[in-house]
């Protein structure tokens, strides 16, 4: 059974770091994309960047994520990490992971059919 459970969210003043964990398990593979997403209340739900597990090659969404949000994964490949800095008010939101047992295409935000529970950030000014 696959299962992806994120972690390490919370509460930071404007210009904080956190650094939030994807934990996979059922995934006996190193062929995965392993995404980040986020959703603020009343907003849809955007994606943020993504990784391929087997070369981390990292795959941006969008340029708006590049420079504060970066992607990498752990020795073991079971943990994808998002490192979120600088935060913002705006940034608020609660942030999923997901992933599939495939490589990353350019539009991997569509691709992704494991999901985790999420964690929330929340920013304050």
């Known amino acids: 059974q696959v299962q992806l459970v994120e972690s390490g969210g919370g509460s930071v003043q404007t210009g904080g770091s956190l650094r939030l964990s994807c934990v996979s398990s059922g995934m006996d593979t190193v062929d995965k994309c392993v995404g980040w997403f986020r959703q603020a209340p009343g907003k849809e739900r955007e994606a943020i960047v993504a990784i391929f597990t087997r070369d981390n090659k990292t795959y941006y969404a969008d340029d708006s994520g590049k420079g504060r949000f970066s992607i990498s994964q752990g020795s073991e490949k079971k943990i994808v990490y998002l490192d979120a800095n600088s935060l913002r008010p705006d940034d608020t939101a609660m942030y999923y992971c997901?992933?599939?047992?495939?490589?990353?295409?350019?539009?991997?935000?569509?691709?992704?059919?494991?999901w985790g529970q999420g964690t929330q950030i929340t920013v304050s000014s």
């Open positions: 997901a992933a599939s047992l495939w490589r990353c295409g350019t539009t991997w935000w569509k691709g992704l059919t494991y």
